[in-house]
């Protein structure tokens, strides 16, 4: 089945930066998006960057300007470059993929998730 694995994440002081990886592997057949949620404690998961298979990016306005994702189609890989971080960037970051398994089937998939802190 498909895996995604995730890793990075870890302290960092404001202003710090941070770079998470996500992994794809198992059988697919299309990746149509690759990215990352995340949640603080308290408050509802939510969307922080996405990018296409094609390289279309969207980001949450509260991360414009300081996350840029970018990807490796060969590896199926993408990768999370996080920087000016804020104490308001402390959440478990779940990577996230959908994609088809096979022409009829396409899925949401998740990451184990990986815990990034910002704080002094």
């Known amino acids: 089945q498909v895996q995604l694995v995730e890793s990075g994440g870890g302290l960092v002081q404001p202003g710090g930066s941070q770079r998470l990886s996500c992994s794809a592997s198992g059988s697919l057949f299309r990746l149509l998006y690759m990215g990352w949620y995340r949640q603080a404690p308290g408050k509802q998961r939510e969307l922080v960057a996405i990018?296409?298979?094609?390289?279309?990016?969207n980001y949450a306005d509260s991360v414009k300007g300081r996350f840029t994702i970018s990807r490796d189609n060969a590896k199926i890989t993408a990768y999370l470059q996080m920087n000016s971080l804020k104490p308001e960037d402390t959440a478990v970051y779940y990577c996230?993929?959908?994609?088809?398994?096979?022409?009829?089937?396409?899925?949401?998939?998740w990451g184990q998730g990986t815990q990034v802190t910002v704080s002094s």
């Open positions: 990018i296409t298979s094609g390289g279309s990016t």
């Open positions: 996230y993929a959908n994609l088809y398994t096979n022409v009829n089937r396409r899925s949401d998939y």
